[in-house]
């Protein structure tokens, strides 16, 4: 499985938006980018995958560059209920969809 | 629907004991996982299931086993408890893997067990 690497912490504060870089310069033709955000005493849960160029939900976009070896989650307009640990994960859907969390992003809204 | 339930929710042993901790789903999921989280740390997937009477190891599978008797329920066990294995524990589920290729399924956690061994 693809390793990825993303900033331990980043603060900000409410109405800006957050840009979260993860690294995965390993990542194999069958691998999509799934960022998966993580409350306090609860589970993560999933926000946005994707596989290049630009996805966009109701919650995030997710950028990637057209050699995948990035991506860049982004949170338009951070409220403080977006502080959370934000997890980028690739995976393959052959490989019985076991994902490899690593440390995540702490992402810290202040008012 | 309930999604993915835990039991118990928090659960203190003493070093040597043995438990078992139920994940049940009623979104009738393939997969199933059990992931532990350290302090701090990310989630490192234990062991895994891709449908009922199967179970393959993940990343930090000693000192645990697991069954997978029902389609819905995923056991983890701890035979032996040691203090290393103090740790949030969180099961997940979902959908049957399609082809490579193509998008991984979402995975849905449960709430978590906190467990403390003393």
């Known amino acids: 499985l693809a390793k990825t690497t993303q900033p331990i912490s980043m603060d900000s504060y409410e109405g800006q938006e957050v840009n979260i870089t993860c690294s995965h310069n390993n990542i194999a033709t069958n691998d999509y980018i799934t960022w998966y955000q993580q409350f306090p005493s609860q589970g993560p849960r999933f926000i946005i995958q994707g596989y290049k160029t630009k996805v966009t939900n109701e919650v995030a976009s997710l950028f990637i560059p057209a050699d995948r070896k990035s991506s860049t989650l982004s949170l338009p307009r951070v409220s403080l209920s977006d502080t959370a640990v934000y997890y980028c994960l690739v995976g393959d859907a052959a490989a019985g969809n076991k994902l490899t969390f690593g440390g995540g992003t702490r992402v810290l809204v202040k008012p | 629907n309930a999604g993915v339930t835990q039991t118990p929710k928090f659960r203190v042993l003493k070093t040597g004991q043995s438990m078992t901790l139920l994940c049940a789903q009623d979104?009738?999921?393939?997969?199933m996982y059990w992931y532990r989280q350290d302090p701090g740390m990310g989630l490192r997937l234990i062991h895994y299931?891709?449908?009922?009477?199967?179970?393959a190891k993940g990343e930090v599978p000693d000192g645990y086993n697991v069954s997978r008797l029902k389609k819905q329920n995923f056991l983890l066990g701890l035979e032996s408890a040691a203090p290393s294995q103090t740790s949030v524990y969180f099961c997940a589920s979902s959908y049957f893997t399609r082809n490579p290729g193509t998008e991984t399924d979402t995975q849905y956690f449960g709430p978590g067990t906190r467990l403390t061994v003393l």
């Open positions: 979104m009738n999921h393939e997969y």
């Open positions: 299931s891709v449908g009922e009477g199967t179970t």
